[in-house]
């Protein structure tokens, strides 16, 4: 089973980049589907990207699309999500995770999870 962990959160102004890491470690991490969700307070987790074993398949959310960029690197075991022009709005914590399909865009596909990463967007 793979374990990950999330890391480049923070508190950021509207308008500016961040990058999310998520490295993965204990399993084969090519063969896992990968996807970035967010929670914001008083809200359901939500799907913001998710990215097919290869990376060849990717899904956006309408809220990420044109915004937000989802990459892996399977050598380093790593997920990223880069966020640009982000909004008050996006402020959540985002978790990775991990679904043993090869590609999945539902919450339910996944049951391996991080322990999520605050990211804080002022206006």
């Known amino acids: 089973q793979v374990q990950l962990v999330e890391s480049g959160g923070g508190l950021v102004q509207a308008g500016d980049s961040l990058r999310l890491s998520c490295a993965a470690s204990?399993?084969?991490?090519?063969?896992?589907?990968m996807a970035w969700f967010r929670q914001a307070p008083g809200k359901g987790r939500e799907i913001v990207a998710a990215l097919s074993w290869s990376g060849s398949a990717t899904y956006y959310a309408d809220s990420a699309k044109g915004r937000f960029s989802i990459s892996r690197d399977n050598a380093k075991n790593t997920v990223f999500l880069q966020m640009n022009s982000l909004k008050p709005e996006d402020t959540a914590v985002y978790y990775c995770?991990?679904?043993?399909?090869?590609?999945?865009?539902?919450?339910?596909?996944?049951?391996?999870w991080g322990q999520g990463t605050q990211v804080t967007v002022s206006s």
């Open positions: 995770a991990a679904s043993k399909l090869v590609y999945a865009t539902v919450v339910v596909a996944y049951d391996t």
């Open positions: 204990g399993g084969t991490f090519s063969r896992y589907g």
